[in-house]
Nanobody
Framework: QVQLVESGGGLVQAGGSLRLSCTAS????????MGWFRQAPGKEREFVAA????????YYADSVKGRFTISRDNAKNTVVLQMNSLKPEDTAVYYC????????????????WGQGTQVTVSS
């Protein structure tokens, strides 16, 4: 069992930055690939970024490529999503998720989910 807790969400103006953190407890964090997903009101949950268990492989949605960076610190059981040049369309609840396997873009591949943190970008 893995418990995930996100933090760092908030309200920011367009063009600004936020840093989301996800801290894990439970089974060995370094065994899991990690992902970030988001869900805007009235929309389906969508993939944002993912990172392999060692951190050597990362994936990004086209909509965030070049603006967001995913990283992890296995010693601290933490995965971070650095979000720069934020846009109003980035407004959503952001979720981190753990996958006991390879990094994946697919929601169905993730075994554990956090409760989410709200990100609101004003224009």
């Amino acid at each position: 069992q893995v418990q995930l807790v996100e933090s760092g969400g908030g309200l920011v103006q367009a063009g600004g930055s936020l840093r989301l953190s996800c801290t894990a407890s439970g089974r060995a964090f370094s065994s899991y690939a990690m992902g970030w997903f988001r869900q805007a009101p009235g929309k389906e949950r969508e993939f944002v970024a993912a990172i392999s268990w060692r951190g050597g492989t990362t994936y990004y949605a086209d909509s965030v490529k070049g603006r967001f960076t995913i990283s992890r610190d296995n010693a601290k059981n933490t995965v971070v999503l650095q979000m720069n040049s934020l846009k109003p369309e980035d407004t959503a609840v952001y979720y981190c998720a753990a996958n006991f396997g390879a990094a994946s873009l697919q929601i169905r591949d993730y075994d554990y989910w956090g409760q989410g943190t709200q990100v609101t970008v004003s224009s």
